[in-house]
């Protein structure tokens, strides 16, 4: 079992910045494909980034250029640096472990965090 826990979400001003962690639990940090995904209300979960072990990254259009995603391996940490926040951002951000292509089938989710972009 793996057990992903997100932070730092928060409220913050249009324009503003947040940066998310997302720390696992467990012994498939290291090979397994990370995202962020994200719901707002009434809407469905969308991928926001993704990470795979090797450090190669693909992002949703509406966030290119403003978030960052990276993982620190030996931490077991990945994050989600997000910058020129806009009030579309605003949803619940869950943190996703999925596996890589070559071995079983698994995936996990953390129980997200609220992100809030207000003036």
């Known amino acids: 079992q793996v057990q992903l826990v997100e932070s730092g979400g928060g409220l913050v001003q249009p324009g503003g910045s947040l940066r998310l962690s997302c720390a696992a639990a467990?012994?498939?940090?290291?090979?397994?494909?990370m995202g962020w995904y994200r719901q707002a209300p009434g809407k469905q979960r969308e991928l926001v980034a993704r990470?795979?072990?090797?450090?190669?990254?693909n992002y949703a259009d509406s966030v290119k250029g403003r978030f960052t995603i990276s993982r620190d391996n030996a931490l077991n940490t990945m994050y989600l640096q997000m910058n020129s926040l806009k009030p579309e951002d605003t949803a619940v951000y869950y943190c996703?472990?999925?596996?890589?292509?070559?071995?079983?089938?698994?995936?996990?989710w953390g129980q997200g965090t609220q992100v809030i972009v207000s003036s």
């Open positions: 996703n472990a999925d596996s890589p292509s070559w071995g079983p089938s698994w995936e996990y």
């Open positions: 990470i795979t072990s090797g450090g190669s990254t």
């Open positions: 467990g012994r498939i940090f290291s090979i397994a494909v």
